[in-house]
């Protein structure tokens, strides 16, 4: 079982930055694979970033590239993601997931977060 609480998400301006942290709980954090999705009101789950075991691997979705960054740090069982240049439609709850795979499908992941909500006013 793994456990994952995100924190970071708040309000900023269109153009600004903003860190998500996640934090996981159980000592087998770097055997698994961590992804970023987000959901808009009435819209669906999206992929946002994934990053493999090790770190050396990452996605992501078109919308978001070269703007956000997903890292991880096993020591310390948390998975970030840096979100530059951010613009009113990255509006969204955003949720950390972790799974044996990494990838863009939410099928992909197997244990979620609560999440947390990031509003970018124009």
């Known amino acids: 079982q793994v456990q994952l609480v995100e924190s970071g998400g708040g309000l900023v301006q269109a153009g600004g930055s903003l860190r998500l942290s996640c934090a996981a709980s159980?000592?087998?954090?770097?055997?698994?694979?961590m992804g970023w999705f987000r959901q808009a009101p009435g819209k669906e789950r999206e992929f946002v970033a994934a990053?493999?075991?090790?770190?050396?691997?990452?996605y992501y979705a078109d919308s978001v590239k070269g703007r956000f960054t997903i890292s991880r740090d096993n020591a310390k069982n948390t998975v970030y993601l840096q979100m530059n240049s951010l613009k009113p439609e990255d509006t969204a709850v955003y949720y950390c997931a972790a799974g044996r795979s990494s990838g863009s499908s939410r099928s992909s992941y197997d244990y979620w977060g609560q999440g947390t909500q990031v509003t970018v006013s124009s």
């Open positions: 990053i493999n075991w090790s770190g050396g691997i990452t």
């Open positions: 159980g000592r087998t954090f770097s055997s698994y694979a």
